[in-house]
């Protein structure tokens, strides 16, 4: 495949790291986020739960750039761990 000249790419990268929460069963929904939220270790964020069983999912935050001439030599080495969000031309 052949790239034009000069052309260079940035791939925003995020973490793909999750980790399952759990807490206390409980009537109101609030209470159930706030038990939730409570467990969330720093560095993590709750992306989802499901009230009807007071779990959740959390996903790691953070986000990092890598940047090169070859739009598929990048995403082709996208480090363990890692996905890529973005991609654009610079």
């Not at 209470?31 to 779990?55: N, Q």
């Not at 750039?65 to 598929?72: C, L, M, P, W």
């Not at 990048?74 to 890529?84: D, N």
């Amino acid at each position: 495949m052949t790239y034009a000249r000069g052309v260079s790419y940035v791939v925003v990268l995020q973490p793909s790291e999750t980790i399952e929460i759990e807490t206390e069963k409980a009537v109101a929904l609030q209470d159930i986020l706030d038990g939730l939220h409570a467990k969330v270790p720093d560095g993590f964020v709750l992306t989802h739960f499901t009230a009807s069983t007071a779990r959740g999912v959390a996903r790691r935050v953070g986000s990092r750039e890598i940047t090169g001439d070859d739009k598929q030599a990048l995403l082709a080495g996208i480090p363990e761990g890692w996905r890529a969000v973005s991609i654009r031309e610079e």
